[in-house]
């Protein structure tokens, strides 16, 4: 039967496993709690490829625990009570270790269905999931548990692992692989941290093999052709998409033309256009806003022209768009004042509108009196002193001038009419 090189290799010992180091280096938390052989309720969360699976086997092999895999997108409640049926009996005299996969798939009421069980100790439960467990595992699973994050394996520690799947195929076929300058390199770069694509690359590249004379050459093009965007982590959906987009707003912010790119590049290798359009015109407004006001239309028509024109030419206008706003003054004091407001507001500090704010109309047909409102426009530099804010917020400061060229001199304007 087929087995896949990533099966075949996969690690048996924490020595073996590549990368993680935060937490299964010596001397790390959850290297000391494997080894001592005490192991509490965990949540595994990091990308795919990273171990998980990996330290949960580990963790039952140096345990002697009886080990049940679930996959939460297949599995249901009835396969939870099945392994439950044989707690205290001769099949886990010692209770279970269950590695639930993907448990974000499980709704809530299948989640619940472990806690009895997880909180008497007959079930030892390791879950892993993709996806930011504080958002998708239920909270009285997370306060029973504790959550280690795996990390994406950096270029360095795949291209060991690497180089150790291409011994294991060299032996296996009885091949001798010569690869071209900066390939195996390119393959520990391109899998994006995920090991089993790496694995699944070069058992690829074996099996597709034209050896001559016992050898087998490892072309660039050959290796390129097996890992075509394979590092791209940004599904629709996932924490990966959401933290490119992050990234991208972030490093606008920190006015980081380079990382802008690069973020953004990543965005559209992905397919997430439409996404990076979004928010490039929300940092125009959050991010540079008052500090460069035409900014807002400028980024709105570079991202106009980039849906017209489509990809690959959309990446000029959005590339000038993202470098424009990296190297501009940044200032977020409108959309602060605004923030504040509505806070405010949410809260009940509300209160009437002052009289002379209502609506001419009202005093045409229902009052008496006149509003008494003064028209700004009558008055010397089209201003004139008297209270727009409810009585209840009178001297309330919700705006705050930036501290960038042209706010300031909207202040220095403003100072001398108002005195």
Not at 207 to 216: F, H, I, V
Not at 247 to 269: F, M, N, T, V, W
Not at 387 to 407: I, M, R, S
Request: glycine share 6%; with cysteine.
């Amino acid at each position: 039967m087929y087995q896949p090189l990533a099966d075949l290799l996969r690690p048996t010992t924490l020595d073996e496993v590549y990368g993680q180091e935060h937490i299964l280096g010596n001397g790390a938390v959850l290297r000391r709690l494997i080894d001592s052989g005490n192991i509490p309720n965990m949540v595994f969360y990091g990308p795919s490829g990273t171990g998980k699976t990996t330290v949960a086997n580990i963790i039952a092999k140096q345990t002697n625990r009886t080990l049940y895999k679930l996959n939460a997108t297949t599995a249901s409640t009835s396969d939870i009570k099945e392994i439950v049926s044989q707690l205290d009996t001769f099949l886990a005299p010692n209770g279970v270790l269950l590695y639930l996969d993907e448990i974000q798939s499980f709704n809530k009421k299948q989640q619940q269905s472990l806690l009895e069980h997880i909180e008497n100790g007959k079930i030892t439960l390791i879950a892993s999931t993709t996806e930011n467990p504080y958002f998708y595992v239920f909270n009285a699973i997370l306060s029973r548990s504790t959550v280690f994050e795996f990390k994406q394996i950096d270029a360095p520690a795949a291209l060991k692992a690497v180089h150790r799947a291409v011994s294991f195929m060299e032996e296996r076929t009885a091949l001798t692989a010569k690869a071209e300058d900066g390939a195996l390199e390119y393959i520990a770069a391109a899998c994006g941290g995920d090991l089993r694509k790496a694995m699944n690359a070069v058992e690829v590249l074996f099996s597709a093999a034209q050896p001559q004379n016992g050898e087998l050459l490892l072309t660039m093009a050959d290796v390129k052709a097996v890992t075509q965007k394979s590092a791209l982590r940004a599904d629709r959906d996932g924490d990966s998409h959401y933290d490119l987009l992050s990234a991208l707003q972030k490093s606008i912010r920190g006015s980081d033309p380079d990382a802008a790119c690069h973020y953004l590049a990543r965005l559209l290798e992905a397919g997430q256009m439409p996404s990076a359009c979004r928010r490039l015109m929300v940092i125009a407004a959050e991010d540079v806003g008052l500090a460069y006001p035409q900014i807002i239309p400028i980024v709105h028509a570079c991202v106009e022209m980039a849906l017209k024109l489509g990809m690959p030419e959309a990446r000029i206008p959005l590339g000038d768009a993202a470098v424009l706003m990296a190297t501009s003054p940044k200032s977020n004091s409108a959309h602060i004042a605004f923030d504040m407001a509505w806070k405010d507001v949410k809260r009940g500090k509300t209160g009437d509108f002052p009289r002379h704010l209502q609506n001419v109309h009202a005093d045409s047909y229902t009052m008496e009196r006149e509003q008494g409102y003064l028209y700004p426009h009558d008055f010397p530099n089209h201003w004139v002193r008297q209270q727009y804010l409810p009585d209840a917020l009178v001297g309330t400061t919700y705006y705050e001038y930036g501290p960038n060229k042209l706010e300031q001199a909207a202040k220095q304007y403003w100072d001398a009419i108002k005195k």
